[in-house]
């Protein structure tokens, strides 16, 4: 599903913020990405995204080769192959918990009714049907983080990346989007998590890596 050769990505000065780095992350697998701060763990997960671009080596997801995409087709492949959760929620919170929920498939032009159909599934599913249509601004953090998950499902993505997606979480409201992820792995939702929130990582990754300055330093498979 994700396929990383030899990629190093350099920012102006200092040394690279990832080094020579080869990963293959199969499909159905999920990835869990640890490391000190500072280690590249986002910047690793922005590649595969295509919010950026390395300095050198390959990236392709899905068959696609992500670094070399023009900006059109990056901005197409960010709304259909790949779901983004961030720590901080980044739902828009003058638009109710189902036009958030919503956004992908306006993006990307799905008709109406089919997107709708889509959003009430996946709000029910993540058990959030209820605030359907109240703004995110009332809903506890755990909630949002559900409501972030469920717009990032909404195009069915073949590949769900999550930035520390527990690390602005209480820890009831960790535990219950730690259950989520953990679920939609076992459905078959291919993941990539960066955390520091090993409790995430014991319970959901399929195989753990650890990163310390750009490169790989440990990988432990379940
Ligand atoms: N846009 C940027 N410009 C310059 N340096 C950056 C940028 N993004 C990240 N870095 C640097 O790259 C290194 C890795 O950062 P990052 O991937 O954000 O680490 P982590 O997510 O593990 O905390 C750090 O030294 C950071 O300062
Ligand atoms: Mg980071």
């Not at 919170?93 to 009430?120: G, H, K, M």
């Not at 709000?123 to 009332?138: M, Q, S, T």
């Not at 930035?163 to 078959?188: I, M």
Request: net charge neutral; hydrophobic share 45%.
């Amino acid at each position: 599903m994700i396929e990383i050769r030899a990629v190093t990505k350099s920012y102006d000065d200092g040394r690279p913020a990832l080094s020579d780095l080869t990963l293959t992350v199969e499909q159905g697998e999920a990835l869990a990405v640890l490391g000190a701060s500072g280690s590249g763990k986002s910047t690793l997960l922005n590649l595969v995204a295509g919010l950026d671009r390395p300095t050198d080596g390959t990236v392709t997801v899905a068959g696609t080769r992500v670094d070399d995409l023009s900006e059109t087709a990056l901005a197409r492949y960010r709304r259909a192959r790949v779901g983004m959760v961030f720590q901080f929620f980044n739902l828009l919170d003058d638009l109710t918990v189902i036009d958030n929920v919503l956004l992908p498939a306006q993006l990307s032009r799905v008709p109406r009714r089919e997107a709708r159909d889509r959003a009430e599934e996946l709000l029910g599913k993540l058990g959030i049907f209820r605030h359907a249509k109240v703004f995110p601004g009332r809903l506890s953090g755990g909630e949002r983080q559900r409501v972030a998950v469920a717009r990032a499902l909404m195009n069915r993505p073949p590949l769900l990346l999550a930035d520390e997606p527990t690390g602005a979480l209480d820890t009831a409201s960790a535990a219950d989007v730690r259950d989520l992820l953990t679920t939609l792995n076992a459905e078959g939702q291919t993941m990539l998590l960066v955390t520091h929130d090993t409790a995430l990582a014991d319970a959901c990754a399929t195989r753990t890596i650890e990163l310390a300055d750009g490169r790989i330093t440990r990988m432990v498979s379940r």
